[in-house]
Each structure stands twice: as structure tokens, then as C-alpha cells.
């Protein structure tokens, strides 16, 4: 029986990639063995994931190993091709009757296909198992995707609601305060006239009792006691006669003309943010200091300024604004200059009545007490004061004239205009009315 050799098994040294013999063949740390180019390949498939694996024992290597040449098994492949990839000893050979029907082709034994279908299988399900892996990833990731936008949406919802509460309370305590203040007003302004209801009865008594002794002085006979008697007759009192003087209030713009007075500010009391223009009749918001010199009568808190004219009697002026956030009002001349205090600003004192002007409201404050107002919009205010009267009425002016609040209160100094500006660029203009 002759001698068995040294048999190299082919799967040995076959790249379970490539299912092929080694070429150049590569060890990984984990022991396996493939053709550089495959693993290389395999490997750069791998590099957007920072994590690179063995594709037989699954081995993860982090960083990407550093490949180096075999060179035992370059000589042992090579080998195998000197020898054959079907050698075998004699001794193993077995031919049957079945044998021949294969004579003349190259035939392989069932039992060594089988095996390189098996490892070309074993691939394919590998490579099946790792896009499974990959997919369920995926999967979980969109859960998790699920999972925070019902958790956003909840929190969304959560939010609203305690936004719409808080608003709803707000608005509730809101329209209590304006009750209120209306009640107040309301309490004064009846008040009021309740005290000059009284005056005025008590002057008509008076009046009574001068006509009657005007009358009996009449029927005097006597010249000398007539004469005497005429220098003791006390005058009218100056309220009745201011109440008997004072105008109706006018209707048209064409009556309020009537009244017009041509008014301009005063550059010494305006804010150093305060710059006038067209002839002391314009005022704008600036963002830098204007080179004002120092004066007792300018603002030096509250961006405002004051006309130069006093204003008595019956008077109508209106104002032409640009932006918002503009005050329009009227002061006595003794309110407070210096500094940010209510005694300064117009409406936190009792020496000042403006009406607030925003982008699409309208705010009457007196004293601290604000009186939310409502009207059409509009870039021009009328402003109408009787003076003797003691009434302040401003409107909406347009092609009609629309009241958005009257003033019944009784002043006891001369009054001036002002303008307060809340933002830069904001202007308000006294206008030339013909």
C-alpha cells in the first residue's frame, strides 16, 4: 500500500467572502483569514458606522484595523495550486457503475458542493441577519420618533391650557378693574354733579332774591334812595356766570374750526430724546440725545414736552401722529419736571389729562386711574376744551367727527398741551388747521 502524503484541504484556505482561494491573504486579531481586497472592501462599507466586524465570528473592531500580509499562508496557498485543488491518494478513489455516466466531464462530489453551497448560504443569511439588525433599528428609532411627538404635542396641549386659563383670569380681573374704575368714575362724576346741582340752586335763589329787590328798588319813588340803595346789590357770583357764559359744545369740524388755536411747543421743555421740527409744531422720538441746554422747565424722566401757549376759554387743536405709543394731553404748567416720578408723568398725577394712543386702542388716565376707550381708528385726534366749563372732549377725526371721551371736571389753573412719545421714530404734529 503506498505511502499517504500531506492532503491541503481547499476550504482551508478559501476567503469565506469571496468563496474563492486566498489572494493576499489577511489575518484578523479574531483569528480569520480573507483576501486583502475582500475584508478591505467589506471594510469600507462599515466605515459610517465608526464600527468595523469580522464576517464570519461577528468581532467588532474599533478603531479599523491595520491589515498585514500573511506571508505562511501565501506559501501554503500558493502550494495548493502547485498540487491541485482535486488531488487525492489513489487509495480513496472509488469508482461505481453510476461513475460513468460522467465520463468525459469534470465532475465534483456532491459532498464538497455541498459544502461550498453551505458557506456561500451561511453568507447570504449573515448578510440577511445584519440588514434585519439594521431595519429593527430603524424600527425603534421611528418608535422613539412616535414616541417624543405625542409627548411633545401632549406637552403642547398642557401648555395651551394653562396659557387660555391664565389668560381667561386675566381677562376676568381685567373687566372687574374696569367695572370698577367705571363705578368710581361714575361715583365722582355724580358727585360732581350732585355738588354744582346744589350751586346752581342756591344761585337761583340768589337770583330770586335779587329780582326781587331789583324789582322793589324799581317801584323806588324816592331818586335819592333809589340812587343809594343801587350800589348795595351784590354782583352774580363768578361759578353762575362762567356757567351762564360757557358755549355749546360744537358738532361739525366746521364749528370746531371756529375755536382753532395755532399752538406750538415749547423747545425748553422737551425731552432731550425730543426733537422738534416744522416751526416747533412737530415732535419725534429719537434714539440719541439731542444738545438741549439745561432748563427748570424741561422733562428730564419722561419723554414729553409742553406747548408754549396756555390755553383758556374755548379752544380746538388736533394732532396728526406717525407710529405709536403717543400721549396726547393737557396740563396744568406746576406738574412736576425732574426726574421719573408720577408727579412728572402725564395721568399718574391730578394735574394732567391724556388720552394714550396704541396702534389700534385708545386709554384715558387721570390721577392713576385708566379708563380703557374705544373708537375708529385713526391717524388724527381733535382735542376741544372749554375751559370755563370745565369740559375736555377728544375725537377720532376723519370725514366725521367721532367722540372717543369726554372730560367733566372743573380747572382751576390755565391749561397747556403735551405730547409723550413711547418709541423712537414715533412723531406727533400739531396741525395747521384753515
Not at 484578523?28 to 475582500?38: A, I, Q, R, V, W
Not at 447570504?124 to 405625542?150: G, P
Not at 379752544?315 to 425732574?338: L, P, Q
Amino acid at each position: 500500500m503506498a505511502q499517504k502524503g500531506v492532503q491541503l484541504d481547499p476550504e482551508t484556505f478559501s476567503c469565506s467572502i469571496c468563496l474563492d482561494l486566498l489572494k493576499d491573504p489577511v489575518t484578523t486579531s479574531c483569528g480569520h483569514n480573507y483576501c486583502m481586497n475582500c475584508i478591505k472592501s467589506h471594510w469600507d462599507e462599515e466605515d459610517h458606522k465608526n464600527i468595523h466586524s469580522c464576517p464570519q465570528c461577528r468581532q467588532t473592531f474599533t478603531p479599523r484595523p491595520v491589515l498585514l500580509k500573511n506571508n505562511l499562508l501565501v506559501v501554503l496557498v500558493e502550494e495548493l495550486k502547485k498540487t491541485g485543488l482535486h488531488a487525492a491518494p489513489a487509495d480513496h478513489c472509488y469508482a461505481g457503475a453510476e461513475d460513468v455516466e460522467h465520463k468525459g466531464h469534470d465532475t465534483v462530489p456532491a459532498a464538497a458542493e455541498r459544502t461550498e453551497r453551505l458557506k456561500k448560504l451561511e453568507g447570504s443569511r449573515l448578510n440577511i441577519q445584519q440588514r434585519i439588525q439594521d431595519k429593527e433599528k430603524d424600527v425603534k428609532l421611528l418608535q422613539q420618533q412616535v414616541e417624543a411627538i405625542n409627548l411633545s404635542a401632549d406637552k403642547a396641549v398642557e401648555d395651551s391650557e394653562k396659557i387660555f386659563t391664565e389668560l381667561i383670569r386675566l381677562l376676568e380681573k381685567r373687566s372687574s378693574d374696569v367695572k370698577q374704575q367705571v363705578r368710581s368714575q361714575q361715583k365722582r362724576e355724580v358727585s360732581r354733579v350732585k355738588e354744582l346741582q346744589e350751586k346752581l340752586e342756591q344761585e337761583i335763589t340768589e337770583l330770586k332774591r335779587k329780582d326781587a329787590e331789583l324789582k322793589k328798588l324799581s317801584h323806588t319813588e324816592d331818586h335819592n334812595q333809589f340812587l343809594h340803595n343801587y350800589p348795595s346789590l351784590s354782583p352774580l357770583s363768578q361759578n353762575l356766570e362762567d356757567f351762564l357764559l360757557s358755549q355749546p359744545e360744537p358738532k361739525t369740524r366746521a364749528d370746531f374750526l371756529q375755536y382753532s388755536r395755532e399752538i406750538t411747543l415749547d423747545p425748553n421743555t422737551a425731552h432731550t430724546h425730543l426733537l422738534l421740527s416744522d416751526g416747533n409744531r412737530k415732535a419725534t422720538r429719537m434714539r440719541k440725545q439731542q444738545a438741549y441746554s439745561s432748563h427748570p422747565d424741561r422733562f428730564t424722566g419722561w419723554p414729553q414736552v409742553l406747548s408754549r401757549e396756555s390755553l383758556t376759554g374755548c379752544c380746538y387743536w388736533e394732532v396728526e401722529r406717525r407710529g405709536y405709543g403717543v400721549d396726547i394731553a393737557v396740563t396744568y404748567k406746576n406738574i412736576s419736571r425732574a426726574g421719573r416720578s408720577n408727579e412728572c408723568l402725564f395721568g399718574f398725577n391730578d394735574k394732567s389729562w391724556p388720552l394714550h394712543w396704541e396702534r389700534n386702542s385708545y386709554l384715558f388716565c387721570h390721577n392713576k386711574v385708566q379708563t380703557p376707550v374705544s373708537g375708529p381708528e385713526s391717524s388724527r385726534v381733535g382735542v376741544y376744551l372749554d375751559h370755563s366749563a370745565g369740559i375736555l372732549s377728544f375725537y377720532s377725526v376723519s370725514e366725521t367727527m367721532t367722540l372717543l371721551h369726554r372730560v367733566q371736571t372743573s380747572f382751576t389753573q390755565p391749561l397747556y398741551a403735551g405730547f409723550s412719545l413711547d418709541y423712537s421714530g414715533t412723531t406727533a404734529e400739531l396741525c395747521e388747521l384753515k
